[in-house]
C-alpha cells in the first residue's frame, strides 16, 4: 500500500473515494480500545454506581455528538482539515488556533491510549508468561507500541481505514468475550472506599457526565475533517454524511466506555484501572486482553497521531507529514513516562478533559457559526495561502487574522477556564456556579455569542462563484469582508 503524500493540501477529487460507511468504520473501529474503554472507568472511581454511571456517559455522549458531529461537513466542502478549514473564519493565521487545540487535543489522548495499553499488555503479558513489570519493562513496551502507532500514522488515512475496518469486527467480538469473562464478577454498586468525588450525587453526576460522556465526542472536534475530506460531496448528499458522523460517534464511544464500566464493577477499580482489570480476568481472557490491549491502541492512537502530524503540519507548513508525525510521536511518548511514573490517573485525565474542553468547545461553536453563515460555500484555493506561503484572498482579513473571531474564542475559553472544576484545579467561577463545572456550556455560549455578536451575518467573505453546490473554486485578493 503506497504511503500517503498529502499533508492540509486540498484534496483532489479524483481522490475523494471514500464514503459514509466509512466514516462509520473508522470512527467505530479506531474507538474500540481501552484508550477509550478506560473513560469508562471514570464514573465508578468517582463513586458512581452502574446506572448513574450509565445514564451520565449516555447523557453527555448524546450532547456531545450533537455538537461535534455538524463539524463533519466543513471538511466535506473543503477536502482539507478541520483547523485549515476554520481559516474561512479565523483568517488563515488564525486556523493556527485550531492547530493548536486539536494538537493538543491528538496529543493528550493518544499519550492516554498508550498509557493505559502499555500497562494493561504489560500486565497480560506478566500473567501469561511472567514478565517482569518493572521500570524498563514498561519503557520497553510504551516504546514498541509508539513505534507500531507511527509506522501506521506515517503510511496515512488508507492504512488506518484498512486497520479500523478489521478493529471495527475484532475489538466486538474482543469485547463481547469481556462481557463473560467479567460477567461472574460483575456488582452494580462502586467499589468500597470510593465516595462521591464531590461530595454529594447531582455535582459528582455531572462531574461525569462531561469528564466521561462529553469529552469523547469533544476530542473529535478538529479531527472529523481527517476523514470527510476523503469524501465527494458530488456523491454523497450531506445528511448521510452527518447521519454516518453521528452513527460512528454515538456507537463507536458509547460501547466501549460501557464496557469500561461494566468491568470497573467487576473488577472493583476504585483507583486504577490497568491493575484490578488484569488481575480480575478470567485466564482464558488474557490472551484476547492482550490483542485489545496492544492492536486496539496502535489503531487508535494511530489515527489520533495521523491528526497531530496534519495540525504540525498546519502549524510548520515547512515540515512534510511524515516529520511532523515523528516529532509530535516523540511528545507524546514522553507523555506517557511522564503519566506513568509521575502523575495520579484518575486526576490527570480528568484535568485533561476537562480543561481541553474549555478551550475547544467556543472553537467549535465559532466554526459551526461560520458555516451555517456561509451556507457551506468556502473557497479552497483561499484557504491554502499560509500553506503556499502567500499572502492574500478572501480569508487574509487583518494580516492573515480574524481579529474578532480570535478575540471571541479567546473570551470563551477565557470564561471556561474560569469556570472548571477539576482534581488538580479549580476556576473562580466554580464558587458561583454551586461548584458543579459548567465550562462546556459556559464556553460555548460565550464564544459563539460574542462571535455571533462582533460579526456580520456573513462571517467571511464568499465570492458569488461559490454561491452554488459543486462551482469551482476561485481566489481573490484583498482583506475580505471584516
Not at 468491568?263 to 490497568?274: E, F, P, S, V
Not at 462571517?459 to 473554486?473: I, K, S, W, Y
Amino acid at each position: 500500500m503506497p504511503r500517503e503524500q498529502h499533508g492540509v493540501d486540498t484534496i483532489p477529487e479524483a481522490e475523494r473515494t471514500s464514503g459514509p460507511r466509512d466514516l462509520v468504520s473508522i470512527l467505530v473501529g479506531s474507538n474500540l480500545c481501552l484508550g477509550v474503554i478506560v473513560f469508562g472507568w471514570l464514573p465508578v472511581s468517582f463513586g458512581l454506581g452502574l446506572w448513574p454511571a450509565v445514564t451520565s456517559i449516555l447523557a453527555g455522549t448524546v450532547v456531545g455528538v450533537a455538537v461535534t458531529a455538524p463539524l463533519a461537513l466543513v471538511s466535506l466542502r473543503t477536502g482539507t482539515n478541520l483547523s485549515t478549514s476554520s481559516g474561512a473564519f479565523f483568517g488563515v493565521r488564525g486556523r493556527l488556533v485550531g492547530s493548536v487545540v486539536g494538537l493538543l487535543l491528538s496529543l493528550g489522548y493518544t499519550a492516554l491510549t498508550l498509557w493505559i495499553g502499555g500497562d494493561v499488555t504489560l500486565g497480560t503479558l506478566s500473567r501469561l508468561f511472567g514478565v517482569p513489570t518493572g521500570p524498563v519493562a514498561h519503557a520497553l513496551v510504551y516504546v514498541l507500541l509508539a513505534g507500531c502507532t507511527v509506522a501506521a500514522a506515517v503510511y496515512g488515512y488508507r492504512l488506518l481505514l484498512r486497520l479500523s475496518r478489521y478493529l471495527a469486527v475484532g475489538m466486538t467480538l474482543l469485547l463481547l468475550l469481556g462481557v463473560l469473562a467479567y460477567a461472574g464478577d460483575f456488582r452494580a454498586a462502586p467499589p468500597p472506599d470510593t465516595p462521591y468525588l464531590l461530595g454529594s450525587f447531582w455535582p459528582t453526576w455531572l462531574l461525569s457526565a462531561v469528564a466521561a460522556g462529553l469529552s469523547g465526542p469533544v476530542a473529535f472536534i478538529t479531527l472529523l475533517g481527517d476523514y470527510t475530506r476523503y469524501v465527494s460531496p458530488r456523491r454523497h448528499s450531506p445528511r448521510r454524511v452527518w447521519r454516518a458522523t453521528c452513527a460512528g460517534l454515538f456507537t463507536g464511544l458509547l460501547v466501549p466506555q460501557l464496557f469500561g464500566t461494566f468491568t470497573a464493577l467487576a473488577a472493583r477499580a476504585g483507583t486504577d484501572y490497568a491493575g484490578p482489570l488484569v488481575a480480575a480476568s478470567a485466564p482464558w481472557y488474557l490472551l484476547p486482553l492482550l490483542v485489545a490491549a496492544s492492536a486496539g491502541s496502535v489503531g487508535n492512537a494511530g489515527l489520533m497521531l495521523y491528526s497531530m502530524g496534519l495540525d504540525l503540519d498546519a502549524i510548520v507548513p515547512r515540515a512534510t507529514r511524515s516529520t511532523a508525525t515523528l516529532v509530535v510521536a516523540a511528545v507524546a511518548t514522553a507523555f506517557v513516562f511522564a503519566g506513568h511514573f509521575a502523575w495520579d490517573a484518575q486526576a490527570a485525565m480528568t484535568s485533561f478533559v476537562l480543561l481541553l474542553t474549555a478551550i475547544g468547545t467556543p472553537w467549535a461553536a465559532i466554526t459551526l457559526i461560520g458555516h451555517r453563515r456561509c451556507g457551506g460555500h468556502y473557497d479552497p484555493e483561499a484557504l491554502q495561502v499560509l500553506n503556499r506561503r502567500a499572502k492574500g484572498g478572501i480569508y487574509w482579513f487583518r494580516g492573515g487574522w480574524h481579529p474578532r473571531a480570535t478575540a471571541a474564542w479567546a473570551v470563551g475559553a477565557a470564561v471556561g477556564l474560569a469556570a472548571v472544576a477539576t482534581p488538580l484545579y479549580e476556576g473562580p467561577l466554580v464558587s458561583l456556579t454551586g461548584g458543579v463545572d459548567l465550562s462546556f456550556v459556559l464556553s460555548g455560549l460565550v464564544g459563539g455569542g460574542v462571535y455571533a455578536a462582533l460579526t456580520p451575518a456573513r462571517g467571511a467573505a464568499v465570492p458569488d462563484a461559490l454561491a452554488a453546490p459543486g462551482a469551482p473554486a476561485t481566489t481573490t485578493t484583498g482583506t475580505g469582508a471584516f
